[in-house]
């Protein structure tokens, strides 16, 4: 890379990088080591490389263009590959790029060397499947969830080409031969190899696509794969799925696996009990199974940076909902008590989430100082206060009485967290009756997009190593909003943050930090807790990686010792 005014743009996600490769970069099993083979006097791998593990919902879709969900992410981040991938620190590695990109002296055009690399039928990966998969991502008329969110602002034209104001052949990127990809940003963008790394910005064959129409994608004999394994056994609605090591990928002598078995396990006493015969190698624990087993030395926790909020719809059908309101809003974010549900019904390391960026992710460009640090915690719990809030909102809408309905899950947790959320408001907010409706995740998204919800229990986890991945969620219209939260002063803030602070590290920290005080002064979310995880892992697996942004796990480097 050329340096001078790129190490000015990169320095901020370089303090992230250091950061959370530090606090990520390990193996759950082995602190020190993320490998634990030198700590254990040299274990030999075992003769059978087979992980079986499990997922907490069915599959929702494959096709890289449509994900926007957790488990298609993680799915896809096995058997697909982009330009970069996260590697064992957490750091952009080399992927389909075979080295470094050449950077021009402003920081808008990258230019990548396609590696030697090959699809599973054995078709070359070249510059071209990007092309195609990036204006199939951008095009309006495949209505993908991420294109505009992910790409506006970012790769030149993508926003006017989303808004359908231009033709997605004229998106910043472009095959100059088919080992030689360039893309040209609208301006510099800091994180802009994090970004490579998401599964939106794979790559895809356009014959094989065409060639299978409306059948590609839909289960796993219509799919070819460039990653470290392919799919295999999967229907399309299936419960079960397998991941085979991937004999034509580039780097095969690195993965180890050579199959991982994968099943849809909802409820957690399922999980420890397939865990505890030895059906599956890990699982995830709920708050009474984490005191169960709190002194088991397979229990690991971690922090992640994923925050949980109730996401207030503000407009339903056409009509405004009570939530339109201001003071209903606060009254609903300041009227749980999070703590006690953090200790009781999670109980698994979360913590009470007063904010929108989560801490321990995100640090000062020129001081490191936490993002949460000069933030702080806002919108606390305090009942005396919810209640005042939560008259004078009835008393604007001229009723002594409101119903609302809470969007939820279908797991275990999901369910014992809805149950304590009604109690809690209802108990606590007089004439209020709430009503749960827990779906699969799927129809939970699809309910998100019609935006037919009133409260929803949503999470986000980043997209990359920026605070800009949770503060652009609520910039009016956005397309992960779906909420009818709109500022104008919000909107400003965040332009800003993208555009013209975009060289000014220091004074576009400041902007986004700003944001996140209008957005919790408006009680446009009411964050509820930043998640942490408990987890049964078996000691013979190895260097299982857990990423703190974009998909969740990498297996890539996974093995079984014995």
């Not at 743009?9 to 990088?17: D, I, P, T």
């Not at 969830?145 to 997605?168: C, D, F, L, R, S």
């Not at 100059?176 to 599964?199: A, G, H, I, N, Q």
């Amino acid at each position: 890379m050329k340096k001078s005014k790129l190490l000015l743009l990169l320095c901020f996600s370089l303090v992230l990088s250091m950061f959370l490769s530090a606090c990520y970069g390990k193996d759950e099993k082995t602190s020190e080591n993320a490998g634990g083979t030198k700590e254990n006097g040299g274990s030999k791998p075992a003769a059978e490389q087979v992980l079986n593990t499990y997922e907490t919902a069915e599959i929702p879709t494959m096709n890289t263009i449509m994900a926007q969900d957790a488990v298609s992410l993680n799915v896809m981040n096995q058997v697909f590959e982009g330009l970069m991938r996260l590697d064992k620190d957490n750091k952009p590695t080399l992927g389909m790029a075979s080295e470094e990109p050449q950077v021009n002296e402003d920081g808008t055009v990258y230019t990548f060397k396609i590696r030697d690399a090959k699809w599973s039928n054995g078709t070359p990966v070249t510059a071209n499947d990007f092309v195609y998969a990036w204006q199939q991502t951008i095009d309006p008329k495949n209505a993908t969830p991420y294109g505009a969110y992910m790409m506006g602002g970012v790769i030149k034209n993508a926003a006017a080409i989303g808004e359908g104001k231009m033709a997605p052949d004229q998106l910043g990127v472009k095959a100059v031969d088919d080992k030689t990809l360039e893309v040209t940003l609208e301006r510099p963008v800091p994180y802009f190899l994090s970004l490579m790394t998401f599964p939106v910005f794979y790559p895809q064959n356009k014959e094989y696509v065409e060639s299978k129409g409306d059948q590609y994608a839909t289960n796993s004999d219509n799919m070819i794969y460039n990653g470290p394994f392919t799919l295999s056994d999967w229907n399309g609605t299936g419960l079960s799925w397998k991941y085979k090591k991937n004999d034509s990928y580039w780097d095969k002598d690195t993965v180890k696996l050579t199959q991982v078995n994968v099943n849809v396990v909802k409820e957690v006493g399922t999980a420890v009990n397939l865990y505890k015969t030895g059906k599956v190698d890990r699982a995830a624990l709920s708050a009474e199974y984490v005191t169960q087993y709190e002194n088991d030395p397979d229990l690991n926790k971690y922090l992640e940076p994923t925050i949980f909020w109730f996401k207030f719809n503000q407009e339903r059908g056409g009509k405004k909902t009570p939530l339109a309101n201001k003071n209903i809003r606060m009254a609903l974010s300041l009227g749980v008590d999070k703590q006690s549900m953090v200790d009781t019904v999670l109980a698994n390391g979360s913590v009470v989430a007063n904010y929108e960026v989560p801490k321990e992710f995100a640090f000062n460009p020129k001081t490191g100082e936490d993002f949460r640090k000069a933030n702080g915690d806002m919108n606390e719990y305090n009942l005396d206060k919810a209640k005042e809030y939560w008259k004078k909102g009835l008393e604007e809408l001229g009723t002594d009485k409101v119903t609302l309905e809470i969007l939820g899950g279908d797991s275990d947790v999901a369910k014992n967290m809805d149950a304590y959320f009604k109690n809690q408001l209802e108990k606590n907010l007089e004439g209020l009756t709430v009503k749960l409706k827990e779906v699969p995740f799927k129809i939970r998204l699809d309910l998100d997009t019609k935006q037919d919800y009133d409260i929803q229990v949503a999470g986000w986890g980043p997209d990359y190593q920026d605070p800009m991945t949770f503060s652009d969620l609520w910039v009016t219209g956005g397309s992960q909003n779906k909420s009818g939260y709109s500022n104008p002063e919000y909107d400003k803030l965040i332009n800003d943050a993208r555009t013209t602070l975009a060289t000014d590290p220091q004074a576009r920290w400041e902007a986004l930090q700003k944001a996140e005080k209008i957005l919790m002064d408006d009680a446009g979310i009411a964050p509820l807790y930043q998640r942490a995880k408990a987890v049964l892992q078996q000691k013979y697996v190895k260097d299982l990686y857990v990423h703190p942004f974009g998909p969740e796990f990498s297996y890539k480097w996974t093995h079984i010792e014995k």
